[in-house]
């Protein structure tokens, strides 16, 4: 779907959804700010629950729906009888196609496709999944992995198209995108926090990436920055916009989504809550994608203060003050080193998908 007809989707659903406002005539109500977000970017919304994914999507309001280790691994510890024939599901099929592989990452890869079978019914635009988050050190495993899933998305019917791949932001993780670029299997970078990340996904050719603001401003807290910024300056806002206009200025195709809010002014006023989504989206830069989580989506409906877009993508590119850069390995990891809050959180992250994968394992391993 063209992303106007989507914005116009997702105005039409909000206004469904207002029955108190919907009492005053349509023309005379200011817009929401998800109203306006939505003329600007196309949004989506992050859980692996199946029932929200699919009230959201029923009213138009998402166009892609993603999959992570703790979806997963809820879904497979869960005991809703519903993800409990997902996972009897996936063991049968490990079970049935290893041939010689190890049954048990079979039937967790198995789990993530049954979850993403379900979300492409329900959802028009891209359906992402994971690759088993402990290769992220490892290109070859990364790449037999992805192409495993995505041979098991086709061959349920469901084209490589719709499909995204999701890789950490590590050097291995994006040499498998720059690989699986080649043969049309589309790739989510996530756990991207640095700008050499952002930089070297775009290089690779990934189709998107997912930046996580809201954990770079929680470095810089921790780590002797202020406490609150304003969100112009927050530094969760400034690396993804440097990286958009990066993008921007040198002609990269990728996709910048970020994912991951929190109040760059602090919690003293319930709606700072949404300081970098503005910050990102309407107040300075509009960003292509956007995923948000339904509290969030909620407080952007209920404000009717203004969205203004001060940054087209041209102005983007005239912004960006970077020449294109060329990373190799050695250059990667020095700038990375470089990055103390993009080095943490990508550790981090990876160490908490690490977490939910293990529980997941014992799960499954219980029950083959
Ligand atoms: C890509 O992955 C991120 C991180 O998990 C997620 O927030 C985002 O929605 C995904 N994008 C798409 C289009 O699925």
């Known amino acids: 779907m063209a992303p106007l007809l989507r914005c116009l989707v997702i105005t039409t659903t909000v206004l469904a959804l207002q029955a108190p406002r919907t009492l005053r005539p349509k023309t005379l109500r200011q817009a929401t700010q998800l109203e306006q977000l939505?003329?600007?970017?196309?949004?989506?919304i992050d859980t692996g629950d199946l029932n929200?994914?699919?009230?959201?999507?029923?009213?138009?309001?998402?166009?892609?729906?993603?999959?992570n280790p703790l979806f997963v691994a809820q879904a497979g510890t869960s005991g809703d009888a519903r993800y409990v024939a997902f996972v009897d599901k996936a063991i049968a099929y490990a079970k049935a196609n290893s041939g010689g592989d190890d049954v048990v990452s079979l039937a967790m890869d198995r789990?993530?496709?049954?979850?993403?079978?379900?979300?492409?019914?329900?959802?028009?635009?891209?359906?992402?999944?994971e690759v088993d988050i402990r290769a992220s050190f490892d290109t070859e495993e990364s790449v037999r992995r992805a192409r495993r899933i995505i041979a098991m998305y086709e061959a349920e019917g469901v084209d490589?198209?719709?499909v995204l791949v999701k890789l950490a932001g590590t050097w291995e993780g994006i040499e498998a995108a720059r690989i699986l670029e080649r043969d049309g299997i589309t790739c989510n970078i996530t756990l991207i926090f640095g700008f050499a990340q952002g930089v070297a996904a775009a290089q690779a050719g990934a189709r998107l990436i997912s930046p996580f603001p809201g954990r770079v401003k929680d470095w810089h807290a921790a780590n002797g920055g202020a406490p609150t910024y304003e969100p112009d300056e927050d530094p969760g806002v400034v690396v993804v916009r440097r990286i958009y206009e990066y993008y921007k200025k040198h002609g990269h195709?990728?996709?910048c989504m970020p994912a991951s809010w929190r109040p760059s002014r602090g919690t003293s006023d319930p709606s700072y809550a949404v300081d970098e989504i503005l910050a990102l989206a309407g107040t300075y830069l509009c960003t292509d994608r956007m995923?948000?989580?339904?509290?969030?989506l909620e407080l952007l409906a209920s404000s009717d203060e203004p969205v203004p877009r001060k940054l087209e993508p041209?102005?983007?590119?005239?912004?960006?003050?970077?020449?294109?850069?060329?990373?190799?390995?050695?250059?990667?990891?020095?700038?990375?080193?470089a990055d103390l809050a993009a080095t943490t959180k990508l550790a981090e992250g990876i160490n908490a998908f690490i977490g939910e994968t293990a529980k997941l394992q014992a799960a499954i391993e219980a029950k083959v």
């Open 291 to 296: 995923t948000i989580p339904p509290p969030l």
């Open 314 to 337: 041209a102005r983007a590119a005239a912004a960006c003050a970077d020449a294109e850069l060329v990373y190799d390995e050695s250059s990667f990891r020095l700038a990375m080193n």
């Open 38 to 44: 939505a003329e600007q970017t196309v949004l989506s």
């Open 52 to 67: 929200i994914i699919e009230q959201y999507a029923k009213g138009g309001l998402i166009s892609d729906a993603t999959t």
């Open 253 to 255: 195709g990728t996709i």
């Open 160 to 162: 490589r198209s719709r």
């Open 111 to 129: 789990l993530a496709v049954e979850l993403g079978l379900e979300i492409v019914k329900l959802v028009p635009g891209y359906v992402s999944t």
